[in-house]
């Protein structure tokens, strides 16, 4: 038993003395192998996760400018819209300025009625307004065709085309349905596939000139500048007729036209070209920075008045209102027309959407 006991002991001796360093060695052996795998394994995990990392980063650095230039672009459209809500506030400000300004007699510091350009300081920008007298244009109601056919002739239509239009208006505002020599009346807007026909009654706004047959875009916004439905007079005031009417006029054949037209003008030949506008600091009054030719008014009373106003970022909006004043009363002025207006007094200035 001893021995069984000793060679038993040594075996298991022996054995684990095999085993062990077999089993160290296997160890070992697996411990190197799983060390490299694991080292190799290590880096890759470790180049992953860098990757992801450097990922992860320009993602939000992507999502971090597209949110920074996403929150300058509203900021710049909120300053945009404070700006322009600034310049529009400015503008009818020049308008209620020139209605009190159309309330005195030019001789009593009233304001002249002849496109003249006042200027003025205010609110932290500038005001320009100017007024046209509505008595110096041509009245698309009253105004005789031979005067129509002119005003077309002069923007470059032919006889014939001029000759249709101006039969045409006249065809659209008189109450009957017969039709003129090269107008159009109802079935001639039929035949033309529209939907309306003549109006059979006067112009309410010249804007309704866009419904006359033969009446183009490009056109309307050439000649509307020279027509009005607020005079009443079969010929324009020529002393506040606008420069559009007078170019037109003296284009036409003095000979066969002047004598239809009114005399009451002071108009002159050859004056000089109006000054440019004053770079002078403004006043907190508005003063003239471009002179008319007159200093006469029509008995119209109508006005149409263009302001525009610009904050000092170069926001401008431009108004333009038709009024008419009479001074009397409660209601001393009333407001035929509010719309915006073309930029006629800050040309070039930046436009804010
Ligand atoms: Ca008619």
Redesign the pocket.
């Given at each position: 038993m001893p021995a069984l006991a000793s060679a038993a002991r040594v075996k298991i001796v022996l054995g684990y003395s095999t085993y062990l360093p077999l089993y160290g060695s296997r160890m070992n052996k697996a411990s190197d192998q799983w060390q490299e795998t694991y080292s190799v394994l290590s880096v890759g995990r470790n180049g992953i996760a860098l990757v992801a990392v450097l990922w992860v980063l320009v993602l939000l650095s992507v999502m971090a400018a597209g949110l920074l230039r996403d929150t300058r672009v509203e900021t710049n459209i909120a300053r945009n819209l404070v700006e322009n809500t600034k310049a529009e506030a400015l503008a009818d400000a020049g308008v209620y300025r020139a209605v009190l300004g159309l309330l005195a007699p030019v001789d009593q510091g009233g304001w002249r009625v002849d496109g003249t350009v006042y200027a003025w300081a205010y609110g932290g920008g500038e005001i320009r307004v100017s007024v046209q007298d509505e008595g110096g244009k041509i009245d698309l109601n009253k105004g005789q065709d031979a005067l129509l056919r002119i005003l077309f002739n002069s923007l470059g239509l032919d006889d014939q085309e001029s000759a249709a239009l101006a039969d045409a208006i006249?065809?659209?505002?008189?109450?009957?349905?017969?039709?003129r020599l090269n107008?159009a009346?109802?079935a001639d807007y039929a035949l033309a596939g529209l939907a309306h026909e003549?109006?059979?009654a006067p112009f309410a706004a010249v804007e309704e000139l866009h419904q006359v047959l033969g009446m183009t875009p490009a056109l309307y916004d050439r000649v509307a500048p020279s027509l009005t439905v607020y005079s009443g007079l079969r010929s324009p005031h020529l002393a506040t007729a606008p420069r559009a009417v007078l170019d037109f006029l003296s284009a036409a054949s003095a000979a066969a036209f002047g004598q239809e037209f009114s005399t009451d003008t002071t108009v002159q030949e050859g004056e000089p070209a109006p000054p440019p506008p004053s770079t002078s600091p403004l006043s907190a009054e508005p003063e003239i920075i471009r002179e008319g030719r007159t200093t006469a008014r029509s008995r119209v009373n109508v006005y149409t008045i263009h302001a525009e106003g610009r904050m000092e970022s170069g926001a401008v909006f431009a108004r333009e209102a038709v009024v008419r004043v009479t001074g009397r009363g409660e209601r001393p002025y009333r407001f035929h027309a509010w719309r915006q207006g073309r930029r006629l007094h800050f040309p070039g200035a930046e436009e804010v959407d």
């Open positions: 006249v065809d659209f505002r008189d109450p009957d349905d017969l039709r107008g009346e109802d003549a109006k059979d």
